[in-house]
């Protein structure tokens, strides 16, 4: 028998799926806001996979990718449970905002940090509504996730890809935090192999906790939960390509049947681009346009781009060239996603870039973090 998992009036039952609501907060119009939540069981007992989209306002693939794999047959497959929350803000998703109210931040950037508790300060905001919400869920998911996958969408037309994470570590006296975050990255690696989209690494980790992309959903459960998690990105947001939402939810189920929770042969991923250089990648924004013009992209997601190569012109609003007319890319790579709209000022980057990865996968949190 599967062990029993209750979240908000949703309550887990063997080969089924079971739907229900988790209050999150009250406006101060009275109405309550809640979070869905579906908890899919399977009739045998395995791990417990988390599973979570709509975080972004703008960014509608994740919650059909989960309405895509959460079916009947898979209650009846599946070993384990799946707990999973297709809209982690609502009013976002509603408003296609990204920082919707109550809140004036990136709801992705509000989960637990892992720092010590500070007094209170007068002079300081409160944590908000949704950083409160989201510190209640972390503790569910901490009492009860083996796995986490979070949904979220990249730029228009950018290719589907999911974020390989470097993970920090509390250096010790004989090296055993080195050791289990080695250890973590490898299992994040296996999981987005079987996901099966193409894989490309964060930002160098100064940058990462400098943006709070630390304190991400799969962030926050990757480095203090210490679980293997991953962020997909699924292409455009404001107008989900099926293609892409459909290859994600077969990659998912692939990443079920490497956990061990769904039998079968793995199933192709198809009808997208998967990129692999053959070598490491991370994210970049680059080239940067030395003088504010009109840019036309002369790439396009999934390309590969070398150094000295010109991937875009460059024009005045006049239509008369600047310099010699492009930009050129100063690196090696591919083309994650073009960067929106054509006007660009001095130091914007013309593209996202998946460029070779050169820094380390497994670092020390900063000397000064947990200060
Ligand atoms: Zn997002």
């Known amino acids: 028998m599967p062990k029993s998992f209750q979240i908000g009036t949703a309550k887990s039952q063997p080969g089924t799926i ?11 119009t009275g109405s309550a806001e809640f979070l869905p939540v579906v908890i899919l ?3 045998e007992d395995g791990p417990c996979f ?3 989209a709509g975080i972004h306002g703008p960014e509608h ?3 059909l990718v989960l309405h895509k794999l959460l079916t009947e047959v898979l209650a009846k497959q599946l070993r384990g449970t799946i707990i999973a929350i297709p809209a982690l803000n609502p009013v976002g998703l509603r408003t296609m905002s990204r920082e919707p109210l109550p809140d004036e931040k990136d709801p992705n950037r509000l989960w637990p940090d892992g720092k010590p508790a500070k007094p209170p300060d007068p002079d300081l905001e409160p944590p ?3 950083e409160i919400t989201y510190k209640k869920i972390f503790d569910l998911m901490l009492e009860t996730a083996d796995y986490l996958i979070d949904y979220h969408n990249a730029w228009t037309g950018s290719i589907s890809f999911s974020f390989q994470d470097r993970m920090l570590y509390r250096p010790d006296g004989d090296g055993s935090a080195k050791a289990e975050a080695e250890a973590l990255v490898q299992r994040q690696l296996e999981m987005l192999k079987a996901y099966g989209h193409t894989i490309i690494g964060e930002m160098p980790v100064s940058k990462l906790i400098d943006d709070d992309l630390h304190r991400s959903t799969s962030g926050a459960l990757l480095y203090l939960g210490k679980k293997p998690t991953f962020t ?8 989900p390509d099926p293609a892409i939402v459909q290859a994600s939810a077969a990659g998912t189920r692939n990443v079920l049947r490497w956990a061990g929770m769904l039998d079968g042969e793995m199933e192709p991923i198809e009808g997208i681009k998967v990129i692999d250089p053959g070598y490491p990648v991370r994210r970049l924004q680059t080239p940067r346009v030395k003088e504010a013009g009109v840019v036309f992209h002369l790439v396009q997601a999934g390309d590969m781009v070398q150094s000295g190569q010109p991937v875009a012109e460059i024009r005045d609003i006049w239509g008369r060239p600047i310099g010699d007319g492009y930009v050129y890319s100063d690196c090696d790579g591919f083309v994650i996603g073009r960067s929106h709209g054509i006007f660009y000022y001095t130091g914007d980057a013309v593209l996202g870039l998946a460029v070779r990865n050169t ?7 900063p000397e000064d973090y947990f200060k």
């Open 359 to 365: 820094e380390p996968l497994v670092e020390p949190y």
């Open 41 to 43: 069981q399977g009739v």
């Open 128 to 130: 908000s509504p949704l």
């Open 18 to 28: 079971q739907y229900g609501h988790w209050e999150a907060f009250t406006h101060p």
């Open 232 to 239: 997909v990105e699924l292409g455009t947001g404001h107008m």
């Open 50 to 52: 988390w599973l979570t």
């Open 61 to 63: 693939a994740g919650p």
